[in-house]
């Protein structure tokens, strides 16, 4: 019994030193979101959160669910009620708009970053602006979609709503995921609760490459040295997406490392060859880790923040433009 006893203090002091360290660490990490239960479960991948379910149609696997309202990587999302992470849009297309579909993952959902403050919100705002005319950049973005699901989305989604241009943004993330037949069997990973979890624990798994944390899922992905097999997987998308559609296909491929000029020239000359247009801004972001912060959400989160997106929204605008893709806004 007194062995307890001498126990007992030294286990009590020790899960009081963990619980201020963890605290202190998500405080630092996320900000004061952390003290916020409900922002700070919010912090959660979005195909372990209550918002999606299983699609209808297997290659675009999961989806948004309808009139969603809740806090997702600490900012509020809400969906419409056709699933799309937008405001309410006629499903007929008025006399005199220019719709555009936005298609891509977190970068245009978007993750972490109030969805007016989108770079497709931005970008709908600066040429309405700038045109006079009526623009509509309806968002298809869904995290953690990959090329088959972005396919799959022009396919049975967005050609619904009549778009007279398609943006699929495609990122480093987005082609790294093994392009694999779509099942009917297929199942979302079970729901996580990010308020529970360890981010101090989480911190020395990352820095230690110890396996105590499950993936967001369980789809495969590609070695990052198998540039071949990516490459492979972008033409495909490519080729089902001029089949998906007759619309003009804007491909804008978004990161913070520049491709390889010989890579971004094939990918340049199939995208051209298919009748589409390629276009680059991995290059809009400086290419020092430290100046680059700036742009980001945290060091926890390095996705767009509100001025990444204007940077991505003001660079499409101006490739639109130049290139002459907004026929009736001219």
Do not use: C
């Not at 999606?52 to 309808?66: G, I, Q």
């Not at 000029?261 to 247009?277: F, H």
């Not at 742009?295 to 923040?305: A, K, M």
Request: no cysteine.
């Amino acid at each position: 019994m007194s062995f307890f006893r001498k126990v007992s203090p030294i286990a009590l002091f020790l899960v009081a030193i963990f619980i201020v360290i963890e605290i202190s660490y998500r405080f630092y990490v996320v900000g004061p979101i952390a003290l916020n239960p409900w922002r700070a479960n919010s912090l959660n991948t979005l195909m372990r959160s209550e918002y999606v379910r299983l699609s209808e149609y297997p290659d675009v696997y999961f989806e948004l669910k309808e009139d969603v309202e809740g806090w997702f990587k600490g900012v509020w999302l809400s969906t419409n009620s056709a699933g799309l992470a937008d405001k309410e849009y006629s499903r007929a297309k008025p006399d005199g708009v220019f719709r555009i579909a936005a298609v891509g993952s977190s970068w245009t959902m978007p993750s972490g970053v109030a969805q007016d403050e989108a770079w497709h919100a931005v970008a709908e705002r600066e040429l309405a602006s700038e045109t006079g005319k009526q623009v509509e950049f309806i968002n298809f973005g869904v995290e953690f979609y990959g090329l088959r699901e972005l396919v799959g989305t022009v396919r049975h989604k967005a050609m619904i709503w009549d778009p007279d241009l398609i943006v699929v943004a495609v990122t480093i993330f987005t082609s790294s995921i093994l392009w694999e037949d779509a099942t009917e069997s297929q199942a979302l990973p079970d729901r996580a609760y990010p308020v529970f979890q360890s981010y101090s624990i989480r911190a020395l798994s990352n820095r230690f490459s110890w396996r105590i944390r499950g993936s967001a899922d369980d789809r495969t992905r590609i070695d990052p040295d198998n540039a071949e097999l990516r490459i492979a997987q972008l033409y495909r998308a490519m080729s089902e997406l001029r089949e998906a559609t007759s619309a003009p296909v804007v491909i804008m491929f978004l990161g913070y490392v520049p491709l390889a000029d010989s890579i971004e020239q094939s990918l340049r000359d199939e995208a051209e060859r298919l009748g589409m247009t390629a276009i680059f801004g991995s290059d809009l972001f400086p290419e020092s880790p430290e100046k680059r912060r700036q742009f980001q959400i945290s060091s926890y989160d390095r996705h767009p923040n509100a001025a990444g997106h204007r940077l991505i929204a003001d660079f499409l605008v101006d490739e639109l433009q130049t290139r002459e893709l907004l026929p009736n806004l001219q």
